[in-house]
């Protein structure tokens, strides 16, 4: 079986671009979450949703973040205008259940903003 | 609101020889699971084990075993018989069963070096 997808897996941009990064979930799988990581602050959850519909974006850190799920085969995370300090992998995860059981993670879209 | 923390940093563990990383957490629900992710230098994640907060034994895979202490809140790792590709970032996380959805919520990561 196919996992979670991630797209790009690596972008380089620059400052003031708009970037946009995709999730194919596994097929069946109704929770999708969206976390960031980096060395200064780990992984932190931006947002998930269950069902398609956004259930909590609190960790979204801006008005240029924007997140989508227009599918439950697709999900898109958009930042614009990217900056600097966006840089990280960019982890996409879903799960079968809205509570439980374990997320199954993508391999990460490595993101630099020069 | 979740937390979770592992106190540990950084481990070092012969070859062979076991290693339990710490992890604690705090929730005011009384469902949740608790879970073990693995990240190796290549970067990807790697679920380990689960340990639902009702499950009265505690849980194993292979060379993983939890050890669960709920009056505690406590949910180590402990890896038996340590290899070199064990060498990772190693996450606790929770997921609470209340609600309409719940996220998982992780520490702050245990970086575990295997030696010769």
């Known amino acids: 079986d196919a996992g979670v997808i991630q797209s790009p897996r690596h972008e380089v941009t620059e400052m003031g671009q708009e970037v946009t990064l995709r999730c194919k979930p596994i097929s069946g799988h109704n929770s999708l979450f969206w976390y960031r990581q980096t060395m200064m602050r780990g992984l932190e959850l931006l947002i998930y949703f269950n069902n398609n519909v956004p259930i909590d974006d609190s960790g979204m850190p801006e008005d240029r973040f924007s997140a989508k799920m227009p599918n439950a085969s697709f999900s898109t995370l958009k930042i614009q205008p990217s900056e600097p300090r966006d840089s990280a992998v960019y982890f996409c995860?879903?799960?079968?259940?809205?509570?439980?059981?374990?997320?199954?993670f993508g391999e990460g879209s490595r993101l630099t903003v020069l | 609101a979740q937390k979770i923390t592992q106190t540990q940093p950084g481990m070092f563990v012969q070859e062979k020889e076991a290693v339990t990383l710490d992890c604690t957490y705090d929730t005011s629900d009384q469902s949740y699971g608790l879970f073990w992710y693995k990240q190796p230098s290549s970067g990807e994640m790697i679920f380990l084990i689960y340990q639902g907060s009702y499950d009265e034994q505690n849980a194993t895979e292979g060379r993983y075993s939890l050890n669960f202490q709920k009056a505690r809140k406590s949910a180590n790792l402990v890896i038996s018989a340590s290899q070199l590709g064990d060498s990772a970032m190693y996450f606790c996380?929770?997921?609470?069963?209340?609600?309409?959805?719940?996220?998982?919520?992780f520490g702050t990561g245990t970086r575990l070096q295997v030696t010769l």
């Open positions: 996380a929770m997921r609470s069963y209340t609600g309409t959805a719940s996220k998982l919520t």
């Open positions: 995860a879903t799960a079968q259940g809205s509570h439980t059981g374990e997320l199954f």
